[in-house]
Every structure is written in structure tokens, then in C-alpha cells.
């Protein structure tokens, strides 16, 4: 049986629905919903620290045409302090997102584990106990990537690519349609180029498991595979199944070739293409300095990749509030009455015979049949 991986997850089309039942996880953050908001305070922070970044380097470069070196080091030490203030912010919003989500997590996990616990048989006729596991295991995983990690890149990645376009605006006009007409596309392309080369990733990796099930099967029933000398018949079995890994991981390899000739050609193209359009524009007296041109660049290496992350953060989120709707799906099953703990004080021994008198079960599954009259 193949494993039950993490790209396996269905995802959930995010609408205002959905949103809505994925924000009842900070129901269970209780008095930890503060650290969530003040991480988001860090994270804008550090964004607004790493948009500095760009436009101070380029400052930077102008002070070698200028030839102002007092300036150089002002902007050098404003660098330096930049580059501490989002280490700092940095520490803290990891911190304060990483709290808040074991805390809620850890309370979401002994929700779930009570209701589950609590459920009538005839829940339990009707689910496999692999399935409630994933629930516990995977999808709880899922949301401890997304929570802790994912959203706040995502947030991050959001306003990289709002504050850079707007920086570039206010550099050259000019030079943001130009790159807006080419990189973006570039980006998103090469995104679901790396999407279909995964999908041949994950076909090897099914074939893979699926060929160790015909070991663990042969090995473990090698009696039988004895008893009715079947040896040739497994081993052809397994040689079938090798040459299908090979075949799908050649060609997945070929894909990955054309993806690496389409990194080089297409993106590194597009970089060619923004520098020689700004040096034309620099030359024409459109853009001020060598300085803006190099802040350009920045801006612009940053707003691909963040083009290039998002949509994938994207897929996380998705998968996230498809978890998230699977797990309160069980947490909403009504459970059955059951007795309070009970205190060892008042546990008594019992002495004498015991009897049954008009006692009578039925499995909730098959009600018309009584197991014991």
C-alpha cells in the first residue's frame, strides 16, 4: 500500500466560506490570540525593513559617481542598522507565530482526541482508524506548517510585491510597465513549469511503493510463492514494475532539463532585457542615476521571486483550510454521555456473585441481530 503523503491532501477553494471555517481555529487560541496579531505587526515590519534595503544600496552605488564618501558611510551604517532592525523584527515574528500556533494546535489536538474518544460505535462502523489518524497526524501537520511558516510569508511575499511596485513607480514609470509586461508572466510560468515537473516526482514515487509492495507481499507469503514455485512469476512481476520507475524518472529528468534551459533563457533574459531598457532610459536622462538603476534591479529580483513563492503559498493555504475543514468536521460529531472520572476514594471492592437479568446488545450497525440475550 502506498504511503499517505502530504501533497496527497485535497485542497479547498478559498471563498468566504471557507475562510469563515478556518478562522474558528482562534477559538482555541483562548489568551494566545495577542501573539498572532503582534506577529503581524513584526512581519510588517520586516518588510517594510527589506523594501529599504533595495533603495539604500542604490543610494549607496550613486556616492561612487558622486564621489561623497562621508555619505557612503552615513548610508553604509543606515545599511547596517537596517539589516539588524529586520534580524531583530525577524526573531520576533517567527517567535510570536511559532507560540501561538503550538498553543493553539495543542489544544485543537486534545479537542479532537476527546470527541473522538466520546464517539458512539456506529461512528466507528463507518470510519477507518487509519483515516481518523491522518486527521490527528497530517492534517494538524498541515496547519502547523501554515500557521507557523506559510501565512506569514505569504503576508510578506503580498507586501514585497505592493511596496516594490510601488518604489518602482516613483523610480520610472517606464521601466515598471516594461517590467510588469514580462517578469510577472516569466514567474507564474516558471511556477507551473515546477508544478508538472513535481507531478513526475510524485508519479515516481508511487511507482516506487507500489514496487515495494510486491516485495513486502513475495517475502512475506514466500511459503506460497514456494509451495506453487512461482519465483519467475514475481520476479518478472518486479522487473515489470523497475521498468516503469525508469521510464517515467527519464522522462521526469528530460522535464527537469527543459525547466533548467528555461531558468537560464527565460528569467535570466528578462533581467538582461529590465538593466538594458534602464541603461537606455539612464543614458536618455528618464532615470537620475546609476544608483536608481541598481535599486531597479533589486526591486525587481525581488518582485519575481516573490511572484515565484506566492502561488505556491498559495497551494499551502488552500490545503490548510481544507485541513481545517476536515478536523472540525469531527470535532461538530455529537458524542455520547459518558460517566465523570471517578474518584479512588470512593472506589469499593465488590464482594459476592454477580448476575445478569434481561440483559441484551446489538451492534449499532446491525441492530436487527442481537449478540447477546
Same mark, same amino acid.
Given at each position: 500500500?502506498a504511503?499517505f503523503?502530504?501533497?496527497?491532501l485535497?485542497k479547498?477553494?478559498?471563498?468566504?466560506?471557507?475562510?469563515?471555517?478556518?478562522l474558528?481555529?482562534?477559538?482555541?487560541?483562548?489568551n494566545?490570540?495577542?501573539?498572532f496579531? *503582534? %506577529?503581524? +505587526?513584526?512581519?510588517? =515590519? $520586516?518588510s517594510?525593513?527589506?523594501?529599504?534595503? &533595495?533603495k539604500?544600496?542604490?543610494?549607496l552605488v550613486?556616492?561612487?559617481?558622486?564621489?561623497?564618501l562621508s555619505?557612503?558611510n552615513?548610508?553604509?551604517?543606515?545599511?547596517m542598522?537596517?539589516?539588524?532592525?529586520q534580524?531583530?523584527?525577524?526573531?520576533f515574528?517567527?517567535?510570536l507565530?511559532?507560540?501561538?500556533?503550538?498553543?493553539?494546535l495543542?489544544?485543537?489536538?486534545?479537542?479532537l482526541?476527546?470527541?473522538?474518544?466520546?464517539?458512539?460505535?456506529s461512528?466507528?462502523s463507518?470510519?477507518?482508524?487509519?483515516?481518523?489518524?491522518?486527521r490527528i497526524?497530517?492534517?494538524i501537520s498541515?496547519?502547523?506548517d501554515t500557521?507557523?511558516?506559510?501565512?506569514?510569508?505569504f503576508?510578506?511575499?503580498?507586501?514585497?510585491?505592493?511596496?516594490?511596485?510601488v518604489? *518602482? %513607480?516613483? +523610480?520610472?514609470?517606464k =521601466? $515598471?510597465l516594461?517590467?510588469?509586461?514580462?517578469v &510577472?508572466?516569466v514567474?507564474?510560468?516558471a511556477v507551473?513549469?515546477g508544478?508538472?515537473?513535481?507531478?513526475?516526482?510524485k508519479?515516481?514515487?508511487d511507482?516506487?511503493?507500489?514496487?515495494?509492495?510486491?516485495?513486502?507481499?513475495?517475502?512475506?507469503g514466500?511459503?506460497?510463492?514456494?509451495a506453487f514455485?512461482?519465483?519467475?512469476?514475481?520476479?518478472?512481476?518486479y522487473?515489470?514494475k523497475?521498468r516503469?520507475?525508469?521510464?517515467?524518472?527519464?522522462?521526469?529528468g528530460?522535464?527537469?532539463?527543459?525547466f533548467a534551459?528555461?531558468i537560464i533563457?527565460?528569467?535570466?533574459?528578462?533581467?538582461?532585457?529590465?538593466?538594458?531598457?534602464?541603461?537606455?532610459l539612464?543614458?536618455?536622462?528618464?532615470?537620475?542615476g546609476?544608483?536608481d538603476?541598481?535599486?531597479f534591479? *533589486?526591486y525587481?529580483?525581488?518582485?519575481?521571486?516573490?511572484?515565484g513563492g506566492?502561488?505556491?503559498?498559495?497551494a499551502q493555504?488552500?490545503?490548510?483550510v481544507?485541513a481545517?475543514?476536515?478536523v472540525?468536521?469531527?470535532?461538530?460529531e455529537?458524542?455520547?454521555?459518558?460517566?465523570?472520572?471517578?474518584?479512588?476514594?470512593?472506589?469499593?471492592?465488590i464482594?459476592?456473585n454477580?448476575a445478569?437479568n434481561?440483559?441484551a446488545?446489538?451492534?449499532?450497525?446491525?441492530?436487527?441481530?442481537?449478540?447477546?440475550?
Amino acid at each position: 500500500m502506498a504511503r499517505f503523503q502530504e501533497n496527497d491532501l485535497p485542497k479547498a477553494k478559498l471563498n468566504s466560506n471557507s475562510l469563515q471555517k478556518a478562522l474558528r481555529i482562534f477559538k482555541y487560541a483562548k489568551n494566545h490570540k495577542w501573539k498572532f496579531f *503582534l %506577529g503581524l +505587526i513584526f512581519l510588517f =515590519l $520586516t518588510s517594510a525593513t527589506a523594501l529599504a534595503f &533595495p533603495k539604500l544600496m542604490g543610494m549607496l552605488v550613486d556616492c561612487v559617481t558622486n564621489k561623497d564618501l562621508s555619505k557612503a558611510n552615513e548610508i553604509a551604517l543606515g545599511l547596517m542598522v537596517i539589516l539588524t532592525l529586520q534580524a531583530i523584527f525577524s526573531f520576533f515574528r517567527i517567535s510570536l507565530f511559532v507560540n501561538f500556533t503550538e498553543n493553539s494546535l495543542s489544544n485543537i489536538r486534545f479537542a479532537l482526541y476527546e470527541n473522538l474518544i466520546k464517539l458512539p460505535m456506529s461512528f466507528y462502523s463507518q470510519k477507518r482508524v487509519g483515516e481518523l489518524n491522518s486527521r490527528i497526524s497530517a492534517d494538524i501537520s498541515q496547519l502547523q506548517d501554515t500557521f507557523s511558516t506559510t501565512i506569514a510569508e505569504f503576508l510578506r511575499q503580498f507586501i514585497l510585491i505592493i511596496g516594490g511596485f510601488v518604489i *518602482l %513607480g516613483s +523610480i520610472s514609470p517606464k =521601466l $515598471t510597465l516594461m517590467m510588469l509586461a514580462i517578469v &510577472p508572466i516569466v514567474a507564474v510560468a516558471a511556477v507551473i513549469f515546477g508544478r508538472f515537473i513535481r507531478k513526475y516526482g510524485k508519479k515516481t514515487q508511487d511507482k516506487v511503493a507500489e514496487s515495494q509492495v510486491i516485495v513486502e507481499e513475495t517475502l512475506q507469503g514466500i511459503s506460497n510463492v514456494k509451495a506453487f514455485a512461482n519465483e519467475w512469476y514475481e520476479i518478472q512481476r518486479y522487473k515489470n514494475k523497475i521498468r516503469e520507475i525508469v521510464k517515467i524518472a527519464i522522462k521526469g529528468g528530460q522535464y527537469r532539463g527543459y525547466f533548467a534551459s528555461f531558468i537560464i533563457l527565460c528569467l535570466f533574459g528578462c533581467v538582461v532585457a529590465v538593466v538594458w531598457y534602464g541603461i537606455t532610459l539612464t543614458i536618455k536622462g528618464e532615470v537620475e542615476g546609476v544608483g536608481d538603476l541598481i535599486s531597479f534591479v *533589486l526591486y525587481t529580483t525581488f518582485i519575481g521571486a516573490s511572484f515565484g513563492g506566492i502561488a505556491e503559498m498559495y497551494a499551502q493555504i488552500q490545503k490548510a483550510v481544507g485541513a481545517t475543514e476536515r478536523v472540525f468536521e469531527l470535532l461538530e460529531e455529537t458524542p455520547e454521555e459518558i460517566n465523570a472520572k471517578p474518584r479512588l476514594s470512593a472506589v469499593e471492592k465488590i464482594k459476592g456473585n454477580v448476575a445478569f437479568n434481561n440483559v441484551a446488545f446489538s451492534y449499532p450497525s446491525r441492530k436487527e441481530v442481537q449478540v447477546l440475550k
